[in-house]
T-cell receptor
Framework: GQNIDQPTEMTATEGAIVQINCTYQ??????LFWYQQHAGEAPTFLSY????GLEEKGRFSSFLSRSKGYSYLLLKELQMKDSASYLC????????????FGTGTRLQVFP | EAGVTQSPTHLIKTRGQQATLRCSPI?????VYWYQQALGLGLQFLLW???????NRGNFPPRFSGRQFPNYSSELNVNALELEDSALYLC?????????FGPGTRLTVT
């Protein structure tokens, strides 16, 4: 079956670092995406991992371990505008253009 | 470069009616995807169109259907609306692995 798990909510303080975890079980794997979605807006692409390891892009980094079915999104130097939902999505091998989304992690950043 | 556009922004229908939602992909993108985002739930894959053909569909009943036009824009039709169809419907387009999302259509069924 297909299953993607993320924490429902997280809180953090401005300037801090937060790690959002995602575990997945799918029938095949062809990449993992992280999207950011502000309330009432469309999801915007943050990162894509298809090989194991860490991908860094400015304040955001994403890590993947295929053997563990695990990924995390690391946000550094948090800003108030980072308050949003963060969606983990897996691309299945046999349905290469179908993304399976988790329910998302709602992050609130406090001053 | 213009992004993915969707219309209308909001749509209010009554149970049993039909709804039509529209999507225009980014210029040059031939693939269009439809997702449903119900309150408290993650995005659920609905349909994928590429080059005018339906390539894949998610676990939704046949009353959810759509099509893709020669200019790659797409239409999602939901027949015999039910209360639980109330959701944000997102369209995305792609030319490779990354999917770019539109702002969505908020459908409310009363």
């Amino acid at each position: 079956g297909q299953n993607i798990d993320q924490p429902t909510e997280m809180t953090a303080t401005e300037g801090a670092i937060v790690q959002i975890n995602c575990t997945y079980q799918t029938s095949g794997f062809n990449g993992l995406f992280w999207y950011q979605q502000h309330a009432g807006e469309a999801p915007t692409f943050l990162s894509y991992n298809v090989l194991d390891g860490l991908e860094e892009k400015g304040r955001f980094s994403s890590f993947l371990s295929r053997s563990k079915g695990y990924s995390y999104l690391l946000l550094k130097e948090l800003q108030m505008k980072d308050s949003a939902s963060y969606l983990c999505a897996v691309r299945e091998y046999f349905n290469t253009d179908k993304l399976i989304f988790g329910t998302g992690t709602r992050l609130q950043v406090f001053p | 470069e213009a992004g993915v556009t969707q219309s209308p922004t909001h749509l209010i229908k009554t149970r049993g009616q039909q709804a039509t939602l529209r999507c225009s992909p980014i210029s040059g993108h031939t693939s269009v995807y439809w997702y449903q985002q119900a309150l408290g739930l993650g995005l659920q894959f609905l349909l994928w169109y590429d080059e005018g053909e339906e390539r894949n569909r998610g676990n939704f009943p046949p009353r959810f259907s759509g099509r893709q036009f020669p200019n790659y824009s797409s239409e999602l039709n939901v027949n015999a609306l039910e209360l639980e169809d109330s959701a944000l419907y997102l369209c995305a387009s792609s030319s490779s692995y990354e999917q770019y999302f539109g702002p969505g259509t908020r459908l409310t069924v009363t």
